[in-house]
């Protein structure tokens, strides 16, 4: 393999500055020595390596470090955690971008000063509790799940929370969510920050799943789950608040896309060099060499979309990515992934349905990212309703 062109084709990793460099080349080097050699286990055993969040808190890689660092950069970031394992790479941003992004934009002084510091040290880990079992993509006008408002006397309130959520990431084992309810009064969409061990909140793993096994994902149970005022996201109160953090996470998602390409074609270029059938390698066979070319302009077309997302990030304000430009991405980046990754098990031929191979890990893996985030279907919507001014969505 020496001596063969990256599959960051057209070097768009040259656009970082020079600390941020060093520092990816940091990350690459935790990811070679304390994940590769490990992922498929954990992945087989649907085992989450807690022991490796200390040295992955070390990093420097939490939301308040990475303000002085480039969108470019934290979009690399996720696309080469993804890249080694897309577990690791989704724990990461749940935890950071959904439930520490959340603290930082919408949480009081108290709150941040009680669960930023361990947060951000991943002494402590969060989880974003949105889904439930009835409503997914139309979760925004069906949530069930309601929160009620109750007086204690002498301007003291709590809340008690019932209902269900699914799907939840990290949910397991995390310390808190931030978890979405209804008003049961009003019908205003509420957040609270959700202590896991509080008395009526029960935690199931989601058994048997086909991707992302190493992250794990809770089925949670809320029965009379009382909740503190002072637990309460006291700035949110519409759907347009959850929008703003699901823009952040839906673009670092796509970024996600990015990573599990440039895997597939790590993997599959490698394989198709080195095995040989009817005498030569692969990789000499027309039909493989159009795959693999295909798989590189896929992933390339993905990074170089992201990269302008990145780039328009970085001018903010008015030029900031709108949503309908973060759903085209994601839409068409998860569409392209999947493309890339059923070519990448094909070349891998029978090799390619063990996990042993690392390329059925990285093609099960990508059916996560392809529904996750607002499903692929639901972002062409919303960027179909952008393009048309009209809704197909409902
Ligand atoms: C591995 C994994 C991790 C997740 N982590 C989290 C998490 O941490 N927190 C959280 O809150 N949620 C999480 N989710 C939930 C995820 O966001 C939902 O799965 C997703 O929004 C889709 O919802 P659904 O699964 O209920 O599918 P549905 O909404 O039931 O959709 C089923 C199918 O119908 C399609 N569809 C739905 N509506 C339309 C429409 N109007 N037009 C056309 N097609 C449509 C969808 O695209 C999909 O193909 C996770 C999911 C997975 C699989």
């Given at each position: 393999?020496?001596?063969?062109?990256?599959a960051?084709?057209?070097g768009?990793?040259?656009?970082?500055t020079?600390?941020?460099?060093?520092?990816?080349?940091q990350?690459?080097?935790f990811?070679a020595?304390?994940?590769?050699?490990?992922?498929?286990?954990?992945?087989?055993?649907?085992?989450?390596?807690?022991?490796i969040?200390?040295?992955?808190?070390?990093?420097?890689?939490?939301?308040?470090?990475?303000?002085h660092f480039s969108?470019?950069?934290?979009?690399?970031?996720?696309?080469e955690?993804?890249?080694?394992?897309t577990?690791?790479?989704?724990?990461?941003?749940?935890?950071?971008?959904?439930?520490v992004?959340a603290?930082i934009?919408?949480?009081?002084?108290?709150?941040k000063?009680r669960?930023?510091?361990?947060a951000?040290?991943l002494?402590?880990?969060?989880?974003?509790?949105?889904t439930?079992p009835e409503?997914?993509?139309?979760?925004?006008?069906g949530?069930a799940?309601?929160?009620?408002r109750?007086?204690?006397?002498a301007?003291?309130?709590?809340?008690?929370?019932?209902?269900?959520?699914?799907?939840?990431g990290?949910?397991?084992?995390?310390n808190?969510?931030?978890?979405?309810?209804?008003?049961?009064?009003?019908?205003?969409?509420?957040?609270?920050?959700?202590?896991?061990?509080?008395?009526?909140?029960?935690?199931?793993?989601?058994e048997?799943?086909?991707?992302?096994?190493?992250?794990?994902?809770?089925?949670?149970?809320?029965?009379?789950v009382?909740?503190?005022?002072?637990?309460?996201?006291s700035?949110?109160?519409?759907?347009a608040?959850?929008?703003?953090?699901?823009?952040?996470?839906?673009?670092?998602?796509?970024?996600?896309?990015?990573?599990q390409?440039l895997?597939?074609?790590?993997?599959?270029?490698?394989?198709?060099?080195?095995?040989?059938?009817?005498?030569?390698?692969l990789?000499?066979?027309?039909?493989i060499?159009?795959?693999?070319?295909?798989?590189?302009?896929?992933?390339?077309?993905?990074?170089?979309m992201?990269v302008?997302?990145?780039?328009?990030?970085?001018?903010?304000?008015?030029?900031?990515?709108?949503?309908?430009?973060?759903?085209?991405?994601?839409?068409?980046?998860?569409?392209?992934?999947?493309e890339?990754?059923?070519?990448g098990?094909?070349?891998?031929?029978?090799?390619?349905?063990?996990?042993?191979?690392?390329?059925?890990?990285?093609?099960?893996?990508?059916?996560?990212?392809?529904?996750?985030?607002?499903?692929?279907?639901?972002?062409?919507?919303?960027?179909g309703?952008a393009?048309t001014?009209?809704?197909?969505?409902?």
């Amino acid at each position: 393999m020496t001596g063969l062109p990256e599959a960051d084709f057209y070097g768009f990793e040259s656009l970082l500055t020079a600390t941020e460099a060093a520092k990816l080349a940091q990350l690459r080097g935790f990811l070679a020595g304390e994940v590769a050699p490990h992922a498929t286990g954990w992945w087989n055993d649907a085992e989450f390596p807690a022991h490796i969040l200390p040295g992955l808190a070390a990093l420097g890689l939490a939301v308040p470090d990475r303000r002085h660092f480039s969108h470019l950069f934290t979009g690399l970031v996720v696309a080469e955690m993804t890249r080694t394992d897309t577990s690791l790479a989704t724990f990461f941003l749940v935890h950071h971008d959904l439930f520490v992004q959340a603290l930082i934009d919408f949480g009081s002084q108290d709150q941040k000063e009680r669960l930023l510091p361990d947060a951000i040290a991943l002494r402590t880990t969060g989880a974003f509790a949105l889904t439930e079992p009835e409503h997914g993509s139309d979760v925004a006008g069906g949530m069930a799940t309601t929160a009620r408002r109750v007086e204690d006397g002498a301007g003291a309130t709590h809340w008690v929370l019932n209902g269900a959520k699914r799907w939840i990431g990290n949910g397991t084992f995390c310390n808190h969510m931030m978890l979405w309810a209804k008003d049961a009064d009003t019908g205003a969409v509420r957040a609270f920050i959700l202590d896991a061990s509080l008395p009526g909140v029960t935690r199931t793993k989601i058994e048997n799943k086909i991707a992302l096994r190493t992250v794990q994902n809770a089925h949670i149970l809320l029965d009379d789950v009382r909740v503190e005022e002072r637990d309460r996201f006291s700035g949110i109160g519409s759907f347009a608040d959850t929008n703003k953090l699901l823009r952040s996470s839906r673009i670092s998602v796509a970024w996600q896309a990015v990573g599990q390409q440039l895997a597939a074609f790590d993997v599959a270029r490698a394989y198709a060099v080195e095995r040989r059938q009817f005498g030569k390698p692969l990789a000499s066979f027309q039909l493989i060499q159009g795959q693999l070319v295909k798989m590189l302009g896929n992933a390339t077309s993905s990074l170089a979309m992201m990269v302008r997302i990145a780039a328009l990030q970085d001018a903010g304000g008015d030029a900031d990515a709108t949503m309908a430009q973060v759903a085209l991405a994601k839409a068409h980046t998860t569409a392209a992934m999947r493309e890339t990754v059923a070519m990448g098990r094909a070349i891998l031929g029978g090799n390619g349905i063990v996990t042993d191979y690392r390329m059925a890990k990285i093609f099960a893996d990508a059916e996560a990212i392809y529904t996750y985030e607002g499903s692929q279907e639901v972002n062409t919507l919303i960027a179909g309703r952008a393009v048309t001014g009209i809704s197909a969505i409902v």
